[in-house]
């Protein structure tokens, strides 16, 4: 079974920055999977907003592009994803998730709120 543990979350003012991390344990090999981030606003659709393949190539939605950084420890199977630069539209639920072969794994998310 495969369990992802999302921490780092909390109330952060505009302009801030924040650090997720997740961890990732179970019978499967992360190494060679994709792993990233993904967030839900009140209302939205969960939407992707960046990964980074088990050779690192990175992938970023446009809305975050230059402030956010994913990063990933194959060693610790652990990925990280650091929020610079904060604007309260960033206000979500964001989701770990590990991608490999035809399966989709999911943490169970970690709120993320940004006053103005």
């Known amino acids: 079974q495969v369990q992802l543990v999302e921490s780092g979350g909390g109330l952060v003012q505009a302009g801030g920055s924040l650090r997720l991390s997740c961890a990732a344990s179970?019978?499967?090999?992360?190494?060679?999977?994709?792993m990233g981030w993904y967030r839900q606003a009140p209302g939205k659709q969960r939407e992707l907003v960046a990964t980074?393949?088990?050779?690192?190539?990175?992938n970023y939605a446009d809305s975050v592009k230059g402030r956010f950084t994913i990063s990933r420890d194959n060693a610790k199977n652990t990925v990280n994803l650091q929020m610079n630069s904060l604007k309260p539209e960033d206000t979500a639920v964001y989701y770990c998730?590990?991608?490999?072969?035809?399966?989709?794994?999911w943490g169970q998310g970690t709120q993320v709120t940004v006053s103005s």
């Open positions: 998730n590990v991608h490999i072969m035809t399966h989709d794994y």
């Open positions: 179970g019978r499967i090999l992360f190494s060679i999977s994709t």
């Open positions: 980074i393949t088990s050779r690192s190539n990175t």
